[in-house]
């Protein structure tokens, strides 16, 4: 079945069809490419109201930028307009006089790649931050003369919807694993229409089997908001199905394969993936929940969904959020194999087939490193789903991205692991020692920090 699916189906040519929009999590590059999806695979779309809220999180209205302009003593010296990703998504209008130093706060370039303009996303996930920037060139950005400049940027909201497209392909059980690739990142190519197109052609070499045990279930959509409110909207029996999550992030460049384990780390899902990947790769990269990549795992697995969640991923990639992300940079061998990947992933699963599971590096062996009363204090969770943490003031910012991916190993990245992961640790009952111990934080600041989520009602202490 892979073999045909290699010759007569190109996963690059699906790239390369799916590209040419602006994604973002509303908007007409959206709408547009939803009949080009449509060709593939007869996909369900969902749709939800902009403006609409969520645990903090909510819906952006559809954006596009009119005017975007800088000039330096009444030269026009840039012109964000003539790239798309020229303004920071979201930006609001702006006009004025600045200095040099003043304007670089709102210049957004990449050191490592001075030709390429990068993908500034941050105001999507930031509700509360909401500020306005301008991508070039770092080779412009450091040749900029001293002196003032003129500031013209024009954007514009109205009112839209997010879409999310849901395919699911029935089985003899009605227990559901989703595959999910994102669709709001404009102009980018492996990240993720690579993980949109290898999710189609995998659900389309499943229709060809005569017989699935299980069902199996696509969800295309803007990362974070999209699964948030579809999970949202599901009823309890409709969740219940769903017993297992493959996230396909970035996987149709040349570098190795990695593989990121669910939370729990011991689920058959799990289990399938160290079997097909060992099968396949014999030795590969691989780390706990949370310590490879950082996508929609956290909506698929915070309370009470609680789904198993595996994630896929070449990352990280040199051309990684900027405009030299094109379908030109992809391997059509890479993306077939990331495909043949999941469908042994979904054989291994289908058959129950089992290995030992690497253990998780983040458990606690030892006893308390504290013995103080406040520091054995547990807690239960007073929402649903996940919580856009920075609408509190309980953000951890995620280390520095280089070239071999993030350090969540450093003090940052522990930090930023503990915040992604403390719903799930929440529900396994670890308290406030353990938790320090686990990620290697001090018990103080992590007693603080849990402090802060009593404070904004999301916690609720317990009797101990």
């Known amino acids: 079945m892979a ?12 790239v390369e069809k799916l590209f040419p929009f602006s994604y973002s999590i509303t908007g007409s590059g959206n709408d547009e490419s939803i009949p080009v999806y449509q060709t593939e695979l007869n996909f369900t779309v969902h749709e939800y109201a902009s403006n609409q809220s969520l645990n903090g999180w909510y819906i952006p209205d559809a954006w596009r930028v009119i005017k975007a ?3 330096h003593n009444e030269q026009l010296i840039y012109d964000a307009c003539t790239s798309p990703l020229g303004v920071a998504i979201l930006s609001p209008s702006f006009s004025g006089e600045l200095s040099l130093t003043e304007l670089n706060q709102h210049l957004i370039s990449c050191e490592q790649l001075p030709d390429a303009i990068p993908y500034q996303w941050q105001n999507l996930y930031r509700p509360n931050e909401i500020s306005w920037a301008l991508c070039m060139p770092d080779n412009i950005k450091q040749n900029l003369p001293s002196g003032n400049y003129q500031v013209i940027l024009e954007t514009k909201n109205s009112a839209s919807t997010m879409k999310v497209l849901d395919y699911f392909l029935p089985g003899q059980s009605d227990e559901t694993i989703i595959i999910n690739g994102h669709n709001c990142h404009p102009f980018q190519a492996n990240d993720d229409i690579s993980g949109c197109a290898v999710a189609i052609r995998v659900i389309q070499a499943l229709k060809q089997q005569a017989k699935l045990k299980y069902s199996y279930r696509v969800i295309i959509a803007p990362e974070l908001h999209g699964p948030m409110f579809w999970l949202n909207e599901l009823t309890k029996q409709e969740r219940e199905k769903l017993t297992g999550c493959i996230l396909l992030k970035s996987v149709g460049n040349k570098a190795d394969m990695r593989l990121q384990r ?4 011991d689920s058959a899902l799990d289990l399938a993936a160290q079997n097909a990947f060992t099968k396949r790769y014999q030795t590969f990269e691989q780390g706990a929940f949370r310590t490879i990549y950082g996508n929609d795992e956290t909506v698929f697995e915070a309370p009470p969904f609680n789904i198993p969640t595996i994630s896929l991923t070449r990352w990280p990639f040199k051309q990684y959020h900027t405009d030299l992300d094109t379908p ?9 194999d990331s495909v043949d990947l999941v469908l042994d992933i979904i054989a291994s699963y289908e058959k129950n ?3 030992v599971s690497s253990p998780n590096e983040y458990l606690c062996e030892s006893g308390n490193i504290a013995t103080e009363a406040k520091y054995q204090q547990t807690y239960q969770r007073n929402f649903d789903g996940l919580v856009c943490l920075s609408a509190y003031g309980l953000y951890k910012s995620i280390p520095q991205v280089d070239s071999s991916g993030v350090d969540y190993s450093s003090l940052s990245g522990r930090w930023n692991t503990l915040m992604n992961c403390l719903p799930r640790e929440i529900e396994a009952k670890q308290n406030v020692a353990q938790l320090a111990e686990k990620y290697q934080l001090p018990v103080e600041g992590v007693y603080q920090y849990l402090e802060l989520w009593v404070e904004n009602n999301l916690l609720i202490k317990e009797n101990n």
Request: net charge negative; glycine share 0%.
């Open 3 to 14: 073999q045909a699916l290699r010759i007569n189906m190109s996963v690059l040519s699906l």
């Open 69 to 71: 302009q800088i000039f």
């Open 262 to 265: 669910s939370y729990n780390d």
């Open 328 to 336: 030109e940079t992809l391997c059509e061998q890479a993306l077939q």
């Open 353 to 355: 087939e089992s290995t």
